[in-house]
């Protein structure tokens, strides 16, 4: 009887560390905002995790709905490219001084309140740069937010100011739809799988791409199949990171100024 009860046991131990060790994925939709078209995207009945650019016609509005289907929803923030492109409205720059850098931060926020966590919107030279990257940091820590590096750059210093302000930082590890045919995508999401497969779990970025909103349609359902399961941004948050929409924290402006 002690024999059993110890295989029991035994049994129940390898079940459970079976199911905690399920491989996990993320999915970042970025650029939402720009087309009524973006809301399709959001619509979809999975855990997507939604980044908004601000000061767009449809942002507001994705965000929103995002929000009501509790899904993550993250501010998409534009930052300063090495190519010149333009940002948009919203962005930061390397020009800006901290109090104008803090101001665009804040108001950005105060468009998409429901923000949980930032991610960068294109930004391959100012996440190089240490001082805007410190003063984001410091930023994101007052307003208890978290933030996702998107890696336009593989000199990016986000992690390093990140870990230096004690901010809870996480970094993408697969572009989606660099490529839109459907070999590419498919391509970067068996990468994406193999990926999480590895090391339990992964983190992926796309765009609401008419391409990728069809193959997502289509391949986020195959997922129980292949033994990964679709999870929100915020389940690779560590425990001690209390998450809370940048609508619920005061705009840390005046004490940076």
Request: with cysteine.
């Amino acid at each position: 009887m002690h024999g059993l009860l110890k295989l029991l046991l035994l049994c129940l131990l390898v079940c459970c560390t079976s199911v905690a060790a399920k491989p996990q994925i993320a999915i970042i939709i970025d650029d939402i905002g720009y087309q009524r078209s973006d809301l399709d995207m959001v619509r979809l009945p999975y855990p997507l995790t939604i980044a908004v650019l601000p000061f767009t016609p449809y942002g507001q509005q994705s965000a929103q709905l995002a929000y009501s289907q509790r899904k993550d929803v993250m501010l998409h923030m534009p930052m300063q490219a090495s190519n010149g492109k333009a940002l948009g409205p919203g962005g930061l720059t390397r020009d800006m001084n901290r109090v104008d850098f803090t101001r665009q931060l804040s108001y950005a926020l105060q468009d998409i309140p429901y923000a949980i966590g930032v991610n960068n919107h294109m930004g391959s030279l100012l996440t190089e740069l240490d001082q805007p990257m410190s003063w984001l940091m410091q930023y994101l820590k007052q307003r208890q937010l978290f933030f996702v590096d998107s890696l336009t750059t593989v000199h990016s210093r986000a992690r390093f100011q990140a870990e230096q302000h004690g901010v809870t930082n996480l970094s993408r590890h697969v572009f989606l739809d660099n490529d839109v045919s459907e070999d590419a995508l498919q391509q970067q999401f068996d990468l994406l799988i193999r990926i999480a497969k590895r090391h339990n779990r992964a983190i992926a970025i796309g765009h609401p791409y008419p391409e990728t909103y069809r193959f997502l349609q289509q391949r986020l359902a195959e997922l129980p199949e292949l033994g990964v399961e679709l999870v929100p941004i915020s389940a690779f948050l560590p425990e001690h990171h209390r998450v809370i929409a940048a609508g619920y924290t005061a705009p840390a402006i005046a004490a940076l100024e």
